[in-house]
């Protein structure tokens, strides 16, 4: 009894011991077990200059954990690396390439051989040095992962009453583990959808006024700043990165001291960048502080999501821990905004069709709309999911006079919106003039307007067209013909995990929670929802194929899954019944979702980040 | 005072869309927001050194910009030649405005060094210029190569991606971009666009509160 009482006083500072000790014990005992176990080992050899291929003998066999190339090239060099057995024979192959801004090539090999030929595709025309060893190394990236993910399993298990009855916590928990993950785990690797134009304007956005453009930025702009492939490479690319990050020398100009509406997605990252410049702090750690910032932002207004939904707050939180999202808010991109505004959005408007008899308040009324508008900056065509809102019925509103003028006036909110998607292009002139010249300049053959005209003069083949393109998506995402959850560059977790996200979000769908308040939809407004995704959808895959295919083209290209993301909780919410309910506690409902949404996060960040760079 | 506020809510809700309102309209009479957007081509012979680009009636923007008293800055012009092969010398750039009768009205002026271990350089021209300002905008473009510099600029203006800015392209000589452009700052814009949302805004959330709003949380 007495053990017992002082176990459970000292329980946090034990288990924080606990986790450490066990992040330590892999670090050292299995991640390293090569050299504890084994023999330490390093063996170099010098690449002459000139010479395309270099033998390193090691005389018999030998564990290698890293072979690095150090050469001092003037272009980029790929190189072939084969490993002998005893005899002289070939095992295996592997390829790389040395930078020459990094000057250095580092390959985790984790493998056994007796000897290794490195083989350039150019004459180097300068000498270097092969080296290859089996040594313990601590790699800190690696031990914060496990750190941060005992810690996560420790804190939902031991807070489980807790965080079952306020499920956002437990959402910030596992946001923020697996979103500070990806920050530390990318650094300044640019592994998302178009990041170089993201940087550009989360840059141009953290001054005011006049612009300074050092050289590690425009690397950045352009897409030329180094890669890394492991931690090795990593201090190489960020030290080279810091060497260029001289604002002596910068770029200087000025910009506009308005922030554009299509900019302010870029607030959160911009002001957290300007603080750490501010703060004098290095390069690469001013970029992960930036990303920080649009990560706290999307937490914490999912958080809001999660804390305001009247039922189905499982649903919110595991649509709210999507993958794709997790990871877009933790990279430089507007999506964390879009999709975080416009979750909060509909989670409000869902409110207020669950509770059609009591009049909405005007403070959630100025919510949603203020939401709906931040979520629709970088792509206003998501405004017209606001359209929703006319549907709410006349007891919602003082007056049957003021729900009517309350409809004009949204209509008119939405079309404003919408309209800057014509009104803000850069050819200016009239709708029509702008629409003559918009188009992807990435795709050749594209015009606005001409495939307008296109889908006028054959409507129901578009039509075919654009029905058999959505179901076709649908099902390749179960097929495993296309990835639903995808890391942007870096690749997707896989199927199977696909599969299991979307088996969590329809076990919150349809099972009820205990202890939840048991208000229901009607089968009007589940209807009116699909309608609205049916309607949103079909947008999005015409807006794609208006600006990013050639004129008549006959498949829609360019549509990226993430595009689905803002309705994804109005599509599942219709799922919600009074016929199937959890009949177990509240706390093992939530512990599921926990567990089942935090685990695919971080396998994805195991597979995808720590087995490709940091193993 | 928490009472009488929560009593004066709807007003204040009102009044705030009525202000809005009233910037919206101002914002309207007096726009801004003026995007540049054709393209221009020019090319400079090789020999030649000094070419007037004077943007023709047909870049009826760029013009329409400068129509009304603004609140422009100035004009930016930068050249910008890539990576590689980069050039020396200098970019000197006039530009002056002309009324409908031709009569000069304003002019501006500067100029920028070119060097090798420059990606991008740039000049700023402040207008300062204040009412009414119409008429043709005209930029005179000179490039004095540095010594030994053999080839010339071949220039294309293009402003298709970029939104408030005239680019010069080097099309042939360079193996990089040679660009020039020029970036008006607009300030009401932004301005236009958030009063008619606000005012939407308000007017949408004034409609939620009844003549009763405020009765009941006062009781």
């Given at each position: ?126 000498g270097g040095v092969i080296t290859a060893k089996n040594f313990v190394e601590w790699s800190p990236y690696r031990m914060f992962f496990f750190i941060s993910l005992f810690g996560l399993a420790a804190f939902l298990w031991m807070g489980r009453r807790i965080v079952s009855g306020k499920p956002e916590y437990a959402f910030a928990a596992i946001a923020l583990t697996a979103g500070i993950q990806l920050i530390l785990m990318t650094g300044t690797n640019q592994i998302s959808y178009d990041e170089q134009t993201h940087v550009s304007k989360t840059w141009n956005l953290s001054f005011v006024g006049t612009v300074y453009d050092t050289e590690a930025v425009l690397e950045l702009k352009t897409l030329t700043a180094p890669e890394f492939h492991n931690r090795f490479e990593r201090v190489q690319a960020e030290s080279y990165l810091e060497s260029i990050h001289d604002y002596d020398t910068a770029d200087v100009y000025r910009q506009t001291k308005m922030v554009y509406y299509d900019r302010r997605a870029y607030l959160p990252m911009a002001v957290c960048i300007a603080a750490a410049r501010m703060a004098g702090l290095p390069f690469a750690v001013m970029l992960m502080i930036g990303k920080l910032g649009n990560l706290l932002m999307y937490t ?316 | ?219």
């Amino acid at each position: 009894m007495k053990g017992k009482t002082w176990l459970r006083r000292f329980r946090i500072p034990l288990t924080i011991v606990s986790v450490l000790a066990l992040s330590v014990l892999l670090e050292a005992f299995f991640f390293n077990r090569h050299a504890m176990f084994q023999e330490r080992y390093q063996a170099s050899g010098a690449i002459e200059q000139g010479s395309q291929e270099t033998r390193l003998d090691l005389r018999e066999e030998h564990y290698i954990k890293t072979v690095r190339v150090e050469l001092a090239a003037e272009k980029t060099v790929d190189y072939r690396l084969i490993l002998l057995d005893g005899q002289g024979n070939e095992i295996s192959e592997r390829t790389g390439s040395i930078s020459p801004k990094l000057g250095v090539s580092v390959m985790n090999l984790r493998a056994e051989a007796a000897g290794l030929v490195l083989s350039f595709s150019d004459v180097p025309a300068a000498g270097g040095v092969i080296t290859a060893k089996n040594f313990v190394e601590w790699s800190p990236y690696r031990m914060f992962f496990f750190i941060s993910l005992f810690g996560l399993a420790a804190f939902l298990w031991m807070g489980r009453r807790i965080v079952s009855g306020k499920p956002e916590y437990a959402f910030a928990a596992i946001a923020l583990t697996a979103g500070i993950q990806l920050i530390l785990m990318t650094g300044t690797n640019q592994i998302s959808y178009d990041e170089q134009t993201h940087v550009s304007k989360t840059w141009n956005l953290s001054f005011v006024g006049t612009v300074y453009d050092t050289e590690a930025v425009l690397e950045l702009k352009t897409l030329t700043a180094p890669e890394f492939h492991n931690r090795f490479e990593r201090v190489q690319a960020e030290s080279y990165l810091e060497s260029i990050h001289d604002y002596d020398t910068a770029d200087v100009y000025r910009q506009t001291k308005m922030v554009y509406y299509d900019r302010r997605a870029y607030l959160p990252m911009a002001v957290c960048i300007a603080a750490a410049r501010m703060a004098g702090l290095p390069f690469a750690v001013m970029l992960m502080i930036g990303k920080l910032g649009n990560l706290l932002m999307y937490t914490a207004v999912c958080f809001f999501a999660i804390r305001k939904a009247k039922q189905k707050k499982g649903l919110v939180l595991v649509i709210a821990l999507l993958p794709n999202s997790i990871f877009s808010a933790s990279q430089f991109c507007y999506d964390a905004c879009v999709n975080s505004f416009l979750l909060l959005a509909m989670v409000l408007t869902v409110n207020e069709f669950l509770t059609p008899k009591e009049r909405v308040r005007p403070r959630d009324m100025a919510a949603i709309l203020l939401c709906l508008i931040i979520g629709s900056y970088a792509k206003p065509v998501y405004m017209l999911m606001g359209l929703l809102l006319l549907f709410l019925g006349n007891e919602k509103f003082p007056t049957k006079c003021a729900a009517w003028i309350f409809r004009g006036a949204l209509t008119v909110l939405c079309l404003c919106m919408l309209y800057e998607v014509l009104g803000k292009s850069a050819v200016g002139g009239s709708a029509m003039e702008t629409l003559a010249h918009a188009g992807d300049t990435r795709t050749e053959g594209t015009n606005m307007l001409g495939q307008i005209r296109h889908i006028f003069s054959a409507p129901f083949s578009y039509a075919g067209m654009l029905l058999s393109s959505m179901f076709v998506r649908i099902a390749d995402w179960f097929t495993g013909k296309d990835q639903f959850l995808m890391y942007a560059y870096l690749g997707t977790p896989g199927t199977l995990c696909t599969w299991i996200f979307f088996a969590a979000v329809c076990f919150s769908a349809l099972a009820g929670c205990p202890h939840e308040r048991q208000e229901h939809l009607k089968a009007g407004n589940k209807a009116l929802f699909i309608t609205m995704v049916s309607g949103m959808s079909a947008v999005v895959w015409t807006s794609l194929y208006l600006s990013f295919n050639a004129v008549g083209s006959r498949v829609i290209e360019g549509v990226q899954n993430r595009y689905f993301t803002p309705v994804l909780f109005l599509f599942f919410i219709c799922f919600m019944n009074r016929r199937l309910a959890w009949k177990r506690s509240r706390e093992s409902y939530y512990m599921i979702l926990f567990t089942v949404v935090a685990g695919l996060l971080l396998y994805a960040n195991w597979k995808l980040l720590i087995v490709p760079y940091y193993l | 005072m928490k009472k009488w506020i929560l009593k004066k809510k709807r007003i204040w809700v009102w009044t705030g869309a009525a202000l809005a309102a009233l910037v919206f309209v101002w914002s309207s009479l007096f726009p801004k927001t003026a995007y540049d957007t054709r393209e221009l081509h020019v090319r400079l012979e090789e020999g030649e050194q000094e070419r007037e680009i004077a943007l023709t009636p047909d870049t009826i923007v760029l013009i329409s910009f400068f129509s009304k008293e603004q609140h422009v800055e100035g004009i930016q012009p930068c050249a910008d030649w890539g990576a590689e092969n980069r050039p020396g010398g200098q970019l000197f750039v006039d530009v002056w405005c002309v009324d409908e009768a031709g009569e000069q009205i304003y002019a501006g002026q500067g100029s920028v060094p070119l060097s090798a271990d420059m990606r991008r350089a740039y000049t700023y021209i402040p207008l300062s210029h204040e009412g009414e300002l119409s008429g043709e905008l005209i930029f005179a473009i000179r490039y004095v190569p540095a010594e030994g510099e053999a080839a010339y600029p071949s220039l294309i203006a293009t402003n298709r991606d970029l939104n408030d800015c005239l680019t010069v392209v080097n099309e042939e000589q360079y193996d990089g971009d040679l660009l020039l452009y020029y970036v008006c700052m607009r300030e009401t814009y932004p301005l236009l666009f958030d009063a008619k949302l606000v005012c939407l805004l308000l007017v949408c959330v004034a409609l939620t509160m009844g003549k009763d709003h405020g009765k009941e949380a006062c009781a």
